[in-house]
């Protein structure tokens, strides 16, 4: 029986139509995506974006197939995981806002008597929106129930190899036998409110760190785009947001061929199938450019798999 567990930590996404409110409704009352102090207000303010907003993300979702991308590519990257490190660990996941919920993944570690699990949320970068949120929903959980494994965590992991050679192999692959002085590339990093960042949130410095190394990387290969930049995607709301927003930055690179990848996520989602897909590729077109195009995400890549076997041996 298996006395290590991996587990991977993701904010999940609805797995039909009828999840789409919950997944709303459980973002919106997150004390770490609404920062103000009193919960009664959090629940009403997250409770009227969740009306507002339940039946516009249900279109999309539909467009998707009536599901999110993340959660077949989740399971099919744990099935890759599990292959890979063998019957001696167990590997699972955990969706912060849609199911498998922390309490039923915790159920069925405590059947297997593991005593030691590796938490590793797929977020390369640490942001307390996203790994604090995934960190502490999973430990609160684990330890109100009065389990006593140890639990080891990892933060983010941009700096990883094998990862970030995922990233240059895709964005390749979105090339193809093109000339890449052709096109601007952009690194799209999803929004967050500046307010966040100023309360000593580091994703923002994470994003920078990344970027410069993954430019790094494109130069080593001889990928030698016409320039590349860093903008932000996904703002909500009256705040101010981190700077400058991709539809602002669209309106001023060259206009000629984009190529957008998604630095912040490691699985496809409906920000990337949709919102970088569909939405940014109207505004692209409408601004003329002759070619748009996005690049996938790791999801369950041979390099991503190698990647969380990496991390998982250096927290050991």
Request: proline content about 3%; some cysteine; hydrophobic content about 35%.
């Amino acid at each position: 029986m298996a006395k290590e567990a991996v587990i991977l930590l993701n904010m999940g996404g609805p797995n039909n139509l009828n999840e789409v409110e919950m997944f709303l409704k459980n973002m919106f009352n997150d004390k770490n995506i609404l920062t103000m102090k009193s919960d009664l207000v959090r629940k009403f303010v997250g409770g009227m974006i969740t009306f507002s907003r339940t039946e516009s993300s249900q279109e999309i979702y539909r467009q998707l197939g009536g599901k999110s991308p993340i959660v077949g590519y989740t399971k099919s990257l744990v099935s890759k995981l599990q292959e890979k490190l063998g019957e001696d660990v167990l590997v699972d996941f955990v969706m912060r806002y849609t199911p498998p919920f922390a309490e039923e993944v915790i159920s069925r570690l405590n059947e297997a008597a593991v005593e030691k699990i590796y938490l590793i949320p797929l977020y390369p970068q640490y942001s307390t929106t996203t790994t604090k949120s995934s960190l502490e929903d999973f430990e609160e959980c684990y330890h109100l129930n009065g389990n006593d494994a140890l639990l080891v965590e990892r933060k983010h992991f941009f700096e990883n190899e094998s990862y970030n050679k995922s990233m240059i192999e895709n964005i390749k692959k979105s090339v193809g036998n093109d000339d890449y002085r052709d096109f601007d590339l952009i690194f799209s990093a999803h929004g967050l409110p500046q307010k966040i960042v100023d309360a000593g949130d580091v994703y923002e410095r994470h994003i920078m760190k990344h970027v410069k190394i993954l430019k790094n990387m494109l130069e080593d290969e001889d990928m030698n785009f016409h320039e590349t930049h860093l903008a932000y995607q996904s703002k909500v709301g009256p705040l101010e947001w981190l700077k400058p927003s991709l539809e602002e930055k669209l309106k001023v690179v060259r206009n000629r061929g984009i190529i957008i990848v998604p630095i912040a996520f490691t699985i496809d989602n409906s920000e990337t199938d949709f919102e970088l897909e569909v939405e940014y590729r109207e505004i692209a077109e409408n601004l003329g450019f002759r070619e748009y195009r996005v690049v996938e995400c790791s999801n369950d890549s041979p390099l991503f798999v190698d990647a969380i076997c990496e991390i998982y041996e250096k927290m050991k």
